[in-house]
């Protein structure tokens, strides 16, 4: 192994695959650790005697073709299941016997030459492949070719190429499907790649958070932001569920710092304190030094005095050292004790502050009464769904409703049970509402939904099912049962309009609806 460690070792084998690029599967990686570290290598896959195997095979259709060059790549990753998966397809794609009841024109080995053939003009296929079709074509290649990576830089320039030949006027036919059929193989080959990259990264960086999260039992922020990823790393994965999850990271890193600032700060202080304590110390040990020199003195004048004149003075001497003493003791002691309350008072404004950042990262985009998005929740996520209506060309419905007569219910009930019934109403809306759908507490006891994929009428619709189940599930004040009722405008966000208009317009048809007799839905 050389001096390299077994660390160093893993970094280099990590790196080389990325420079082969090699799939990450554990043969490929034993390979190479075993090759960097000058390790004996024992040869658990038969790689040369498989190629031969599959150089052997026949290939007389093209599903054949594909399942032998599936074999060979496999094989080059060392890929068992990739070989053993090849293997058994490939028998399903053996020609059909002359006798087996199928007319020779259907049998797969006329097929073959046949499709090199021009197509007649009178064929009832030829209106399908028009430029229209194959441009439909194209589009769809365009369209996956970035989810295939771009690592391949020769896929990527023969892409382009038959991409360019598919859009030329008078496109030859059989060159088309001969490169279609050609970009089939390496597109299987790619997307197998993907999907054991995407798999192997996504198990590497659970490996990595759950060791994280070992090594910070202590550490509630950080031990909430592993927790949170562990959760968007969980497949299925949605760009929905990643975008939450930034934002909540990024409002718990804020927090983060000015609790950093104020624990250098507090540590600033102890370091001060502690410096101060021991300058105390070194005041009483040089005090207790001098008064012990002086005591020494003292008794050795009292040992020779011979009269009680001699022993005076010497015993004011003694009187006046231990006051002296005394007093510098009472000011150390008082000093120890201001720095201990400090401390504690230091402590104490540190936890505050921890609690207070576990509380706000909660709450910073909820409303702490329904739950619902707060104000800055509800911009955030308009300016997503709204890139999202756009980027998708799909529809996207505001919705914002307001409670009927809730004031009389606070004039008669109290507050304290208007805020349980603007707490029913979300817990409803929450459980009717789709999972992309959004909830907002726009003021008082005014909501916004989002309704993404939603034109105007479905919009009406859902908002009407809404106050429909709002008549079936009564609102309890102690033993009084109270219908909660809404007024509700929904408005379609247009190609050119933005979110807060869309809303405006959806207040305005909530208006109308307040004037029309309330507990209905208008749409803008």
């Known amino acids: 192994m050389g001096e390299k460690t077994v660390p160093e070792l893993a970094r280099d084998t990590l790196k080389q695959l990325v420079i082969r690029k090699l799939a990450p ?24 005697q498989l190629r031969k195997i599959a150089q052997d095979l026949p290939a007389k259709t093209p599903g054949q073709q594909k399942q032998r060059s599936l074999m060979e790549y496999a094989i080059s990753q060392l890929n068992w299941e990739g070989v053993h998966n090849a293997l058994v397809a490939y028998g399903s794609f053996a020609p059909k016997p002359e006798n087996s009841g199928f007319s020779p024109l259907t049998s797969t080995s006329e097929v073959a030459p046949l499709a090199h053939a021009p197509i007649p003009p009178s064929s009832t296929a030829a209106p399908a492949l028009t430029a229209d079709f194959l441009e439909q074509i194209a589009r769809l290649i365009e369209f996956a070719r970035p989810a295939l990576g771009s690592d391949d830089a020769r896929f990527t320039e023969q892409t382009q190429e038959m991409l360019r030949i598919m859009r030329q006027p008078g496109v030859d036919l059989v ?23 995407k798999s192997t990264l996504l198990h590497l960086l ?15 922020w950080l031990k909430g932001q592993v927790d949170a990823l562990m959760g968007a790393a969980t497949p299925p ?37 502690l410096g101060a304590f021991v300058e105390r110390l070194s005041v009483i040990t040089d005090s207790t030094s001098v008064y012990g020199g002086k005591m020494e003195e003292h008794a050795k004048l009292i040992e ?68 619902a998005l707060n104000r800055k929740g509800l911009d955030e996520a308009l300016n997503r769904e709204v890139a999202t209506m756009r980027r998708k060309e799909t529809p996207l419905c505001m919705a914002l409703l307001d409670i009927d007569n809730f004031k ?23 459980e009717c509402m789709r999972p992309q759908d959004t909830l907002a507490r726009y003021g008082g006891e005014e909501f916004v939904l989002m309704l993404p994929d939603t034109p105007l009428e479905k919009g009406i619709e859902a908002m009407t099912r809404l106050q429909r189940e709002l ?11 109270i219908l909660i009722t809404f007024s509700a405008g929904v408005a379609q966000v247009g190609v050119d309009e933005d979110g807060a208009a869309a809303i405006k317009r ?4 909530m208006y109308m609806a307040k004037r029309a007799g309330k507990n209905r839905v208008l749409g803008a």
Do not use: C, W
């Open 25 to 48: 599967t554990p043969a490929n990686y034993e390979a190479i650790f075993n090759e960097i570290g000058g390790l004996k290598t024992e040869s658990s896959f038969p790689a040369e």
């Open 175 to 197: 060159q088309v499907k001969q490169m279609l059929s050609t970009f089939g193989h390496r597109v299987s080959f790619a997307a197998e790649d993907q999907a054991e990259i």
């Open 206 to 220: 659970r490996l990595i958070l759950e060791n994280i999260g070992e090594l910070s039992v202590d550490d509630r």
């Open 237 to 273: 994965l949605t760009l929905r569920r990643l975008d939450d999850v930034e934002r909540r990271l990024r409002d718990v890193m804020l927090k983060q710092a000015e609790a950093k600032g104020r624990a250098v700060e507090a540590q600033k202080e102890m370091r001060l304190m």
């Open 304 to 371: 020779q005095a011979t009269s009680l004149e001699e022993l005076a003075p010497v015993l004011k001497e003694v009187v006046s050292a231990t006051r002296s003493m005394a007093h510098d003791t009472l000011e150390a002691r008082n000093e120890l004790r201001n720095m201990k309350d400090r401390a504690e008072a230091t402590e104490a404004e540190i936890v505050k502050l921890h609690m207070e950042l576990d509380r706000v990262s909660a709450q910073a985009r909820h409303d702490p009464l329904t739950g």
């Open 408 to 430: 009389k219910i606070n004039d008669t009930l109290g507050h304290s049970t208007g805020d349980q019934a603007l707490a029913h109403l979300a817990q409803v809306a929450r």
């Open 471 to 481: 008549t079936k599930r009564f609102f309890l004040a102690g033993a009084e049962k």
């Open 506 to 509: 959806a207040d305005q048809a």
